[in-house]
């Protein structure tokens, strides 16, 4: 297998439709009265929203904007506006800042300096804003990670990644900026750099240490079971830098798969307990 | 039996674990097929629970006959129509070994099962943790000519359908529950078993979505040169009434003759070579 960018590439209009029909049914089965979700201002959310849009209107549709004063971004807030707007979705702005700071006096071990400890509390909150306004509104959380973002493990236990849905998950970045230009959202908005906003100034590609584009092109060439050394010297990089890939790859499956429990009886939850998610 | 014959694909979605529901779109839509000349109607894998079911199909398998294709089998007898479907299938000897099954079923009662004889284990699936497979091909002699049955994976192995032909089988029965990512591989393997059959193919998929497997439909009747005669909508539920005509496949055994060319020695290599991978 050649490992080009002509691999990414996707039969957008193909996708999006089988997209938009994941949601709608789902959210139809669950017997729910609509989506929410938040919005950062970023490319997967802002393409989350485009296609929960289409799938069951705007008008079912909540985006969430959640700053908080370390990460406050006004440019990721107008993109947040503006993508709602755009796909006729209400928004609502919850200011997370007070109970973030709750937390950290609430901790009597909390280290301020822990950077990541404490951007993880965000991450989480946020998610518990999204899940009571979903209990409140009887709606379900759709979430918008991707599936760079997931396989490297590149998230928030029980954070950012808590959803009932995962509508794009299984599309690379790179994949999701052309869906996202694809379905309309505006092209400088698609391409910005990815953060997850856990602190200020905070950049993917920085902490991840390659750029998206190749770094889809190692995923891909992992999904596919490709050796290290194919890998890397199809993509002119250093075995290490592969090798570093794939460690991350495969150490980030407890996030990934999250129920584990020492097997003692005869079927157990998270092991060979396997039940279909369904409409009861 | 009949020159021409009409029949129905019936792509449906389900209600996973619904039994009476499900049941109940099978009635549907065999009386609309039947107001539409229809003599066969033709349903998807494991339509009666659903595909993606789990652990739960342990409870919802039944014997055959059982109350469903006993009721199925009343739907049959009050239309006049023939009937093919999908179940999880509980073994009436043993009553704890289960089969991914096709059950056909006329106007008389039942016609007979189909056993899946390859279980996809790979990948989304896991049918071999669930069913036993079957052993043997299904070519069964009915008013409506000969009809031979296989279900979705069986289709990559063309040993299937050949040993249903060579049975007699004139129209062949594929029912499946394809996601969508697999599609080009089925609209392939669905035309050339028609085609080196030299025989009509019916191939029924599932619609709709279960647990983030899309089903994308796309049923059709091919036929005995690897034509789509009939084709359903992709990706949603759909009806299709088209006709199958028996003497094309005269014109068809000249033109390719397949069967005439078949190399029996050949066999005996084919199966030595594959105890040896």
């Known amino acids: 297998m050649n490992l080009t960018p002509a691999v990414l590439e996707l039969n957008l209009t193909e996708i999006e439709t089988r997209i938009i029909r994941f949601i709608r049914e789902y959210v139809e ?21 485009a296609l929960s849009s289409r799938a069951i209107g705007g008008d079912k549709v909540l985006g969430l904007l959640l ?95 808590a959803a009932d849905i995962s509508p794009i998950m299984d599309l690379y970045k790179t994949q999701v900026r052309r869906l996202a230009e694809h379905l309309g959202v505006p092209r400088e908005l698609a391409l910005k750099p990815a953060t997850p906003a856990l602190w200020p100034n905070q950049l993917a590609e920085g902490e991840l240490g390659i750029k998206y584009e190749m770094l889809d092109l190692v995923l891909f060439g992992l999904e596919r079971f490709m050796s290290i050394e194919e890998i890397a010297e199809q993509l002119r990089l250093d075995n290490d830098l592969v090798l570093k890939v794939k460690k991350r790859w495969l150490s980030a499956e407890h996030k990934r798969r999250v129920l584990l429990a020492p097997k003692l009886g005869y079927r157990t939850p998270g092991q060979d307990f396997r039940l279909p998610r369904n409409d009861y | 039996m ?38 066969l109607a033709i349903f998807p894998e494991m339509c009666l629970t659903g595909y993606v079911v789990k652990d739960q199909v342990y409870e919802l398998a039944e014997t055959v006959p059982g109350p469903s294709t006993r009721r199925v089998a009343t739907l049959a007898k009050k239309t006049g129509m023939h ?80 040993l249903a032909r060579l049975a007699g089988a004139q129209l062949l029965v594929c029912i499946s529950a394809s996601p969508a990512v697999r599609r080009s591989y089925f609209e392939t393997l669905a035309a050339a078993r028609a085609l080196e059959n030299t025989a009509y193919l019916a191939y029924v998929n599932l619609a709709g979505v279960e647990d983030g497997l899309q089903f994308w439909g796309g049923s059709r009747l091919i036929n005995p040169t690897g034509d ?50």
């Open chain 1, 29 to 49: 089965k669950a017997g729910t009265n609509g989506i929410v979700l938040g919005l950062s201002g970023g490319v997967d959310s802002s393409t989350v929203a």
């Open chain 1, 67 to 161: 700053p908080e004063k370390e990460t406050l971004n006004q440019g990721d807030m107008e993109d947040a506006i503006l993508v709602a707007k755009k796909f006729n979705l209400e928004t609502q702005v919850c200011d997370i800042t007070r109970a973030l700071e709750g937390f950290y006096e609430t901790i009597p071990i909390f280290d301020a300096g822990d950077r990541l400890c404490k951007g993880n509390i965000k991450a989480r909150s946020r998610m518990t804003v999204l899940y009571y306004y979903a209990n409140k509104l009887n709606r379900i959380v759709c979430g918008s990670s991707d599936k760079s973002e997931t396989m490297m493990g590149y998230f928030t236990k029980w954070g950012d990644v």
């Open chain 2, 2 to 39: 009949k020159n021409r014959i009409k029949l129905a694909l019936a792509q449906i979605s389900t209600r996973r674990e619904n039994k009476e529901e499900n049941l109940g779109k099978i009635e549907e839509l065999t009386t609309q097929a039947k107001t539409q000349g229809a003599d």
């Open chain 2, 83 to 162: 009937i093919i479907f999908g179940m999880p299938a509980l073994s009436e000897k043993s009553r704890a070994t289960l089969y991914n099954a096709a059950v056909f079923i006329g106007p008389e009662g039942l016609i007979g099962t189909y056993h899946k004889m390859y279980l996809p284990t790979h990948s989304v699936f896991e049918e071999k943790r669930y069913f036993r497979p079957g052993y043997q091909p299904a070519a069964f002699s009915t008013a409506l000519g000969n009809i031979g049955l296989c279900i979705c994976y069986d289709l990559f192995f063309p040993e299937v359908t050949r």
């Open chain 2, 228 to 277: 789509i005669v009939a084709k359903a909508k992709y990706d949603e539920e759909d009806l299709v009434v088209c006709d199958v005509d028996f003497q094309e496949m005269k014109a068809a055994e000249p033109f390719i003759p397949t069967l005439r060319d078949l190399r029996p020695e050949l066999y005996e290599q084919l199966r030595e070579a594959a105890e040896h991978i």
